[in-house]
């Protein structure tokens, strides 16, 4: 008697199984909060929020020059101011 036989599937790979505590997964952090919490975040918060600000014109520092020029001209009048 002749039997059919398949061969059968290669069992499908899986990842090996991970000691405990191998891969502790941390609680997700909202980074701006954290940003708000750091000195120094704070610092480049601030002095992000001046640049635009200067950019928009809303100091009475370098308005009598439009565009990108704006920026080194504000520089150089509160590097003589200061």
Known sequence: MI?????PAPPTPTRPAAPPNAQVRT????????LRTDQTAQVIIAGHAFMQNLRRGLYEIALDIAGPERVAVAF???ALAV
């Open 76 to 78: 150089t009048e509160l």
């Open 3 to 7: 039997t059919d036989t398949a061969t």
């Open 27 to 34: 609680p997700s952090i909202d980074y701006a909060t954290a």
